[in-house]
């Protein structure tokens, strides 16, 4: 018994000795990958600036468990409108959210300003630099109007890359408030083989307003020139519904698989070398790309988690009760809230965080003429 004892102990500490051996192995592999990973560089130029804080243990306690990786873009001109938006979906939402901020070099001091020296100073967030030479020879710019060429609208096609570990993401406009929980948002169902869902622009909601001179504002060949022998040949139907990409989930996984950043670029360099798109919409160069990518391959968010158009003109096109209601305003068009005329500016104001550093200053919206009307 004494030799069938010792002869265990023996193969129990030899087992003990090689799995010790397999585990450092093990964590030596892991630290190689780790160092690889931070030492390359990101081939877009997508780089993180800002790391997400830690998040506070009396907030921990208070938010649930969900993180919800959401992506926005923040110029400096329209700095507060991104912040205003952010305000509002950490406000109404017990999930940790992560905002993923996109923007250019020289907005990076002013934003990090804002961020930690206002009620916003618990928010996590990642701070990404957008290169805006990823976009060569994938965009046609006009010498005469280069100013009018906004890099940071192309960020939403570089998804992966901005939220690289996440299986599933938001992306917002800068100009948008949430009114209700983001998390109902993200939960939204994508059908199998769906890269993202988007708001249609048939749905009922936007049907209850037409964009004054927009024309076909609703279907592709609104945004598309049929006449050209590559869009005929992708056999899409003229009227089929467009839909709105200033607001979408996407599933990152599904994203990769498809290769869609590629997808997109493809259209994008194919447009300069042959002038695709529809001039009907006047200066729209981010959503045909999308269009023709996700073509009868995407699913439908709520109708109420975009209800848009409220920056087309400066009179009101819904009740209150209805704008009380909605899941998420979205300013689509000239008229921001942050301007001089803008329809529902109080519903946009109440999530506004003024700047700390004085430099974005809100425009008096309200003339007396406006008043009175």
Known sequence: FSIKFSVNISILVVAVVIFLVVLHHNFLGLSDFLKRELSDSNPLGLQPIDFIPAVPQRLADERNDKEISVVIAASDE??????????????????????????????????????????????????????????????????????????????????????????????????????????????????????????????????????????????????????????????????????????????????????????????????????????????????????????????SIDPMWNVRHLGSSAGKRYSPQFVKAAKLLHWNGHFKPWGRTASYAEAWEKWYVPDPTGKFSLIRRHSEAYEAK
């Not at 020879?137 to 192309?154: E, I, S």
């Not at 945004?223 to 869009?231: P, V």
Request: proline share 5%; with cysteine.
């Open 78 to 299: 329209r700095l507060g409108g991104a912040i205003a938006a952010m305000n509002s979906i950490y406000r109404n939402t017990r999930s940790n959210v992560v905002f993923h901020i996109v923007t250019l070099n020289d907005t990076v001091d002013h934003l990090r300003l804002w961020l930690s020296n206002t009620a916003l100073k618990n928010v996590r967030y990642r701070i990404l630099d957008f290169d805006p030479r990823v976009l060569e020879g994938k965009v046609q710019v006009d010498p005469q109007k280069a100013d009018a060429l906004k890099p940071l609208t192309f960020a939403r096609f570089y998804l992966p890359n901005l939220v690289p570990h996440a299986e599933k993401a938001i992306y917002v406009d800068d100009d948008v408030i949430v009114q209700d929980d983001i998390l109902e948002l993200y939960n939204t169902p994508l059908k199998p083989g769906h890269a993202a869902a988007f708001s249609e622009d048939c749905d009922s909601t936007t049907n209850k307003v037409a964009v004054r001179g927009a024309g076909n504002q609703y279907s592709y060949i609104g945004f598309l020139d049929y006449k050209k022998e590559t869009i005929r040949k992708l056999a899409m139907k003229a009227n089929t519904c467009s839909f709105n990409p200033g607001v979408f989930v996407a599933n990152l996984t599904e994203w990769k698989l498809q290769n869609i950043t590629k997808q997109l670029e493809k259209w994008m360099a194919l447009n300069v070398a042959e002038d695709l798109y529809s001039r009907t919409l006047a200066g729209s160069i981010t959503t045909p790309p999308l269009l023709i990518v996700f073509y009868k391959q995407h699913s």
